[in-house]
């Protein structure tokens, strides 16, 4: 029973993780009807700032953890919209209106790029960083075992609560939100009225990259490890969760998220560790061929 | 050539909350050709795709009668509908292969019987004589087909380089390849000049003599529907308003009311 | 960013196009900082950071520069998106691409005998005619078919596991393992294909990518079997026909083949050998390939590509068809797969990962999607080329990541986009 609550901490903890990165594949999803196969790698970079403004901070001497770890959020956030503006920009924009499979491959080089840039210009060693968020709470305490939330567990899931909130707060009420509601429906039809298309889409992505970098920073802080290649594997299961909930859907991206972070630490802890990624890859699998509209999306009319 | 060859009952779609089509019969003759009409939003296309099996209907039974045997449309698939039932039909936007050659979609469209005559590939791609000589066959009625549309010099140019008009005429030639019963042609006047829509009538009355294929048709053209129609459907709302000859139809109350609005006068139902 | 195009003056354009580089440049500066501007090191057992702003300043400068030509080009000097080909007749083209494989294949033929043909020249074309054989095989599923498959390498190696297995399980030789690495491929392609080729076409493209990953986790996990991380060693050069490339018979064995042809034992018989088995692979694939694209099962896979909708109006079932093409794919993965065992003689889950997979799309999106020359021009690009410059070989994914997005940008349709067409009503009727 222990075990079970404390894998269920764990689980949420880093179902938060794949939410936030998921939400970006459902919103770019959403406005432009492509999966953004980089955005596992935007989650990358998001992560490789966090080390590297760490680091500058640490030499710095800012010591001060919430203030470090604000610093780097913002940092990270900032740095890494340049990069999903940038990455609509060069490699999705051009191809609009081109033949269908078109922005896939496109995307799937510029994840393979992207992957290649980071490790030519920060080597392919794993970078690690000392623990910056220590301690942790105590909750149940039998004689063999603890159950512990740790502090950073409770800020990356405060954190994405609070942020998905804002965000859905961003696209339920404001002009940019209806704006992007708006390009989801009818792009033509939302550039007849005056709302500047091109601009609504870079904010997407942007939007995106921003949640990314935060998913980034959270696991720099959560494991202190960070590789070129760990955008690959975030993304395929952050996808699997937008998928699961429902792709197109907000709320369900932030359910996905949860749901493959349990289910990998349940699997983790329970059968095999080794056969954490096949489970996970199997749920992605049934869930299009059962319910290709996920838990909370809308299904897909085909438009003849 | 005679009889009630598609029987449309009861026929009911609808999406989430929208009733597309609410309640809808009606029936087409065998040889005739029968029109659907309505304002924009009627729900004509959808009716279609319920007969073409692109939507699976809500409710309500879209019966095929061919030769003796009957074919619930409502519960097939599309490809079967189109191999098995011989229901063929055009869309709206036109939907050619345009990167294909003219003469590749008329080939294409007779896939199912030289698929057979293939052996299921496996024949062809030994070069059996049979294999040939259906692919001679196929041929030969594509040409038949270029010639009575004019595009036989065209035929191995890709079909997305025709001009409008022709790719319309091609489309409706690779549905009757496919050799339909009844050819449902979404909209075949869209977007064609009055020169090109006299075409299209004689074309589709030439059609229904000489092929035996009756027509049923969404359109918004007037001269094209009231010009070849036998038998007219009019849609408003998802609901049937009118139904019967040309005639009839112009004349009749209900349809005036739908096409140009309610009169200040209410008039007596 | 749209181009300059205004009637008021060239002060005015000039000045929008400044502004335009300009925020280009700001954009580059906000891209380099981070990741060009700064290095993470290991320093004792931490981390330190060395700073590289001359190489930020560089390329913001190259960034600015570039955009302000671009922006100051002559308009009639710029790439045409889409710029019609200059006319050629298709029987034209036919003689020209007739020529062209004809050639290719007499040079190919004569390769190994050709004075230059040292052992690393051989060892490079096997590799060479490897991926051209994977791209044949590719190109039945993403060019014709039009189905993004991203995990290909899987089929690529159930091929080669089938034999390494089958030989080190069943004493199974290459002639016997071969039709049975291409069977379970395609068994596998009917059983991964069947439930997941109703998925709209992106859905299909991660699903085959995470198939790809299931694959290799479950070679890496099961040890006892497939040998786990460290692969399988050992597996059996193929024969010549029951003939051996070997110095001496072995007791009781058949006679070596350089006693076979009265020939001096030499070592490159056996890669010249191997060469030719791949040459003969690649070349049934491409035969195979021309021949069912004129097949209608072929065209009705093309026509899937155009427009499935109006496929199936026209009464195609589409998910048999794409499974043909899905499975015939995999089937010729497959077969390159046992032959690539056979060449290594050492097999490990490494070989196969997703960057695999890429590759070999890479290759078949650069070459243009159905044109089979195409593919192979783009193979020796993309291999040779790193081969030359040894220097160059770091930045290879680099630049094929980046040449993938530059052939979707302005040459969707591949390096040669020329179609011809499988029938015409000169030759038919």
């Not at chain 1, 001060?64 to 060069?90: C, H, K, S």
């Not at chain 2, 009757?176 to 009538?201: F, H, I, M, Q, Y």
């Not at chain 2, 070849?228 to 139809?249: F, M």
């Not at chain 3, 009637?7 to 925020?23: E, F, I, Q, T, Y």
Request: hydrophobic fraction near 50%; glycine fraction near 10%; charge should be positive.
């Amino acid at each position: 029973m222990e075990y079970f609550l404390q894998q269920t901490i764990n689980g949420i903890t880093l179902g938060a993780v794949y939410g936030l990165i998921a939400i970006g594949y459902t919103m770019v999803y959403g406005i432009v009807g492509m999966i953004n196969f980089a955005h596992g790698e935007i989650y990358m970079i998001g992560a490789f700032i966090a080390v590297i403004a760490f680091t500058l901070l640490g030499m710095m001497g800012v010591t001060w953890v919430p203030a470090a770890v604000l610093i780097v959020l913002v940092t990270a956030m900032l740095f890494t919209a340049a990069y999903g503006w940038a990455v609509e920009r060069i490699a999705y924009r051009p191809l609009r209106g081109s033949f269908r499979l078109a922005p896939l491959i496109s995307a799937i080089g510029m994840s393979i790029f992207l992957q290649n840039y980071v490790q030519l210009l920060q080597g392919a060693r794993v970078k690690s960083i000392q623990p910056i968020v220590t301690g942790a709470i105590p909750l149940i305490e039998t004689g063999h075992f603890q159950v512990a939330v740790t502090y950073i567990q409770i800020l990356i899931v405060t954190l994405t609560i609070a942020l998905m909130i804002s965000f859905s707060l961003l696209i339920t009420r404001t002009r940019f939100g209806r704006a992007q509601r708006a390009c989801e429906q009818d792009q033509t039809m939302a550039a007849l009225l005056g709302i500047d298309v091109d601009r609504t889409i870079s904010m997407t992505f942007m939007i995106g990259a921003i949640l990314a970098a935060v998913a980034g920073v959270m696991v720099t802080l959560y494991y202190g490890v960070v590789d070129f290649f760990i955008g690959f594997q975030a993304g395929i299961k952050a996808f699997a969760a937008a998928v699961l909930g429902g792709i197109g859907s907000l709320p369900g991206a932030m359910l996905g998220g949860f749901l493959i972070g349990l289910v990998e630490a349940y699997w983790s802890a329970y059968f095999s560790i080794e056969y954490k990624d096949i489970a996970t890859f199997s749920i992605l699998i049934l869930v299009l061929i059962f319910r290709p509209s996920g838990l909370l999306g809308r299904p897909d009319v085909e438009k003849v | 050539m005679n009889g009630v060859l598609l029987d449309v009952a009861n026929l009911t779609m609808r999406f989430g909350g929208l009733t597309a089509i609410d309640d809808l019969s009606f029936s087409a003759q065998a040889g005739h050709i029968t029109a659907i009409i309505g304002p924009n939003g009627a729900g004509k296309t959808t009716v279609f795709n319920c007969i073409t099996g692109f939507y699976k209907p809500t409710l309500g039974r879209i019966a095929l009668a061919r030769d003796s045997a009957t074919f619930d449309l409502a519960q097939m698939s599309g490809h079967k509908i189109a191999s098995a039932a011989h229901v063929a039909r055009t869309f709206q936007n036109i939907r050619l292969f345009p990167r294909m050659t003219v003469l590749e979609n008329l080939i294409v469209a007779q896939h199912n019987k030289l698929m057979c005559a293939s052996g299921y590939t496996i024949a062809g791609l030994f070069g059996l004589p049979s294999y040939r000589k259906a692919e001679r066959n196929a041929v030969a009625k594509a040409r038949g087909w270029l010639e009575r549309i004019g595009l036989v010099d065209r035929a191995d140019d890709e079909a997305g380089t025709l001009h409008y008009g022709a790719q319309r005429k091609l489309e409706i030639a690779r549905a009757l390849c496919t050799d339909p019963v009844l050819l449902c042609l979404d909209e075949p006047a869209a977007g064609l000049n009055a020169r090109e829509s006299a075409e299209l009538n004689r074309l589709l009355l030439d059609i229904r003599a000489t092929d035996g294929v009756s027509l049923l048709l969404i359109e918004h053209d007037m001269n094209v529907v009231m010009g070849i129609s036998d038998h007219i459907v009019v849609l408003d709302y998802g609901k049937r308003i009118a139904n019967g000859t040309p005639d009839a139809v112009r004349a009749d109350p209900a349809v005036i009311r739908a096409y140009l609005g309610e009169p200040d006068a209410v008039e007596s139902a | 960013m749209s181009r300059v195009t205004t009637s008021r003056g060239a002060n005015h354009m000039a000045v929008a196009a400044l502004k335009d580089a300009g925020l280009a440049g700001f954009v580059a500066l906000m891209l380099a900082v981070p990741l060009v501007g700064f290095r993470t090191i290991e320093v004792g057992s931490g981390l330190g950071l060395q700073t590289r702003f001359d190489w930020v300043a560089y390329c913001v400068i190259a960034v600015i520069a570039g955009r302000l030509i671009l922006n100051f080009w002559p308009p009639h000097w710029r790439i045409r998106r889409r710029a019609k080909a200059p006319h050629v007749s298709n029987a034209q083209h036919r003689t020209t691409m007739k020529l062209v494989a004809l050639g290719g294949i007499g040079f190919a033929v004569a390769l190994p005998f050709l004075p230059f043909a040292d052992r690393y020249v051989i060892d490079l074309a096997i590799t060479i005619l490897i991926y051209v054989m994977l791209g044949w095989g590719l190109n039945i599923v993403v060019g014709l078919a039009g189905l993004l498959d991203l995990g290909y390498v899987a089929f690529y190696a159930v091929g080669a596991y089938s034999f390494a297995l089958g030989s080190r399980y069943w004493g199974l030789n290459f002639w016997e393992a071969l039709p049975m690495a291409g069977a379970l491929a395609a068994m596998l392609g009917v059983l991964l294909g069947f439930p997941v080729l109703r998925l709209r076409g992106d859905y299909l493209a991660i699903v085959t990518l995470g198939f790809g990953e299931m694959i290799r986790l479950l070679i890496i996990n099961l040890q006892s079997f497939t040998g786990g991380p460290n692969g399988v060693s050992g597996i059996p050069r193929p024969s010549f026909f029951g003939f051996p490339f070997a110095r001496e018979a072995e007791a009781g064995g058949p006679m070596p083949f350089h006693e076979l042809f009265g020939l001096d034992y030499s070592t490159q018989h056996r890669f010249i050998f191997l060469y030719f088995i791949i040459l003969a692979l690649a070349l049934i694939t491409n035969a195979f390939t021309q021949r069912i694209r004129r097949m209608p099962i072929g065209r009705a896979w093309e026509a899937l590509r155009e427009d499935e909708i109006a496929c199936k109006a026209l009464g195609i079932n589409p998910t048999n068809t794409k499974l043909t093409a899905f499975t015939i794919g995999a089937m010729f993965g497959g077969f390159a797969g046992a032959f690539f065992a056979t060449r290594q003689g050492f097999i490990s889950p490494e070989s196969f990962n997703f960057l695999e997979s890429a590759f070999i799309l890479a290759i078949v999106v650069l070459g243009g999607m159905g044109s089979q020359i195409g593919i192979v021009i783009a193979t020796i690009l993309l291999v040779a080329l790193p081969e030359v410059g040894r220097e160059f070989a770091e930045f290879r994914m680099l630049l094929f990541g980046a040449a993938m997005i530059a052939i979707m940008v302005w040459r969707p349709y591949g390096l040669l986009s020329r179609r011809s067409p499988t029938i015409q009503l000169g030759s038919g009727a």
